[in-house]
């Protein structure tokens, strides 16, 4: 029979890719607000069924919820790197982008005793050199693009590997 491998992972936001994008309205601060009361059913749900999976969790998360983020460790899952406050670093300078790759790191030392592995980036979007900083950080892998991931190698950087095309294209080809 085959073992089919799945990479369940969660973007733990709450407010704050919201307050990013300048919606500070208290519509958009509920909606960011029931993301922490969410992750408790999530977290009993993923218990009921024996699951581990990473929430990619922001800086600015951790120290607005810290009781939920605690939950979170304490159910067993990863902790990953999804920047300090969910800005996009393409629209950071260089400097800000290091800053903040930086604060967030700390707060997930703080939170669950070490710094993460992955790094999602927020938005999606990544900066023009973020293996610089990633690297630095040593992160084993960054999730920001559709279809391509960067393997990181020990401190001589990144490398571009292609993972493929979409599933959505194989079928279309055919
Ligand atoms: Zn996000």
Known sequence: MPRHIVCLSFDFDTMSGFIAR?????????????????????????????????WFTPG???????????AVVKAGHEIAHHSWAHVPPAAQSREQEEADIERANEAIRRLSGHAARGYRSPSWDLSPTPSIFCSRMAFSTIRALWALTIGLTGRGGATWRSLGSPIGSARRRR
């Open 60 to 70: 600015f998360t951790i120290e607005t919820y810290p009781g939920e983020c605690e």
């Open 22 to 54: 300048g919606l500070t309205t208290p519509t958009a601060l509920s909606r960011g607000e029931f993301g922490a009361r969410a992750s408790t059913r999530i977290l009993a749900f993923l218990q009921s069924r024996g699951i581990r999976s990473t």
